[in-house]
């Protein structure tokens, strides 16, 4: 395209062979070709193991706007960060390949960066959010991390972790690059890790103007998250985020 996008789009892919199969990527490209702004997506694999690379790639051939980043396996962080640096949209929003969260809320992501917010959270609990077929076990477990985030790193915001979040141009560029915790991370498994918390914690510290925003959200089942084993570890990695700006390393 000759002119930059608008919007960008950015998908995290591990293993995702079966949600692949079930076309949540059309229904991605169904919704974009819609719009009457420019706009491209992005794929960007973290190490499959499966045929999700091939898949895509295949589709891709036919579709316009679209891209593939291939990666070796360092994890959820690492993989958001390629492609949000490698994104040339005015806003680029990470959203999960399972959308959980539908991409038509992204409408209401360029409502807000129309009105001047740089970063803009997706949340299933500010008002007007929806959440569906969430286990009432795991329900419990996120509100007890998240108030643990809140004590420790991001008082005020009430979802730090949905897998919806766009951020401007300028916001990208300098917050990714900004990372200590989850810089250059490599991954063992398929752990997602609070680097969300990280983003977040930055852009408060960095003033930039950010907003929460009520989304549809549907839980997925999935045997890749551990809720008890990965609430600890990523516990562990908010207290490292603390322990890093009282080291003064956000700079």
């Not at 995702?16 to 199969?21: H, T």
């Not at 993989?79 to 539908?102: H, I, S, Y």
């Not at 972790?161 to 991370?185: E, H, I, P």
Request: hydrophobic letters at 40%; one cysteine or more.
């Amino acid at each position: 395209m000759a002119t930059d996008p608008l919007l960008s789009i950015i998908i995290p892919a591990y293993n995702e062979a079966a949600n692949f199969k079930v076309g949540k990527l059309d229904q991605v490209n169904d919704f974009l070709a819609t719009q009457n702004y420019l706009w491209e997506a992005i794929v960007v694999d973290d190490g499959s193991k499966d045929d999700t690379v091939q898949l895509v790639r295949n589709w891709i051939k036919t579709k316009s706007h679209w891209r593939l980043i291939t990666n070796h396996h360092y994890g959820k962080a690492k993989t958001v960060a390629t492609g949000m640096k490698q994104a040339r949209g005015e806003v680029r929003l990470f959203t999960d390949f399972d959308q959980a969260t539908p991409i038509s809320e992204v409408t209401k992501v360029l409502d807000k960066y129309q009105q001047g917010y740089q970063v803009i959270i997706g949340s299933r609990e500010a008002p007007g959010a929806s959440r569906h077929q969430e286990p009432y076990l795991r329900h419990l477990m996120g509100r007890v991390f998240n108030l643990m985030v809140q004590i420790i790193a991001l008082r005020g915001i009430h979802d730090s972790q949905c897998g919806f979040k766009a951020f401007s141009a300028a916001a990208t560029n300098d917050l990714f690059n900004r990372l200590v915790v989850y810089k250059n991370r490599r991954a063992k498994d398929a752990y997602t890790g609070a680097f969300d918390v990280e983003l977040l914690f930055l852009a408060r510290k960095f003033k930039y103007k950010y907003i929460e925003i009520p989304v549809k959200w549907t839980y997925v089942t999935t045997s890749r998250v551990s809720p008890a084993k990965d609430s600890i570890r990523m516990l562990m990695d908010i207290i490292k985020i603390r322990w890093a700006y009282l080291l003064g390393k956000y700079k």
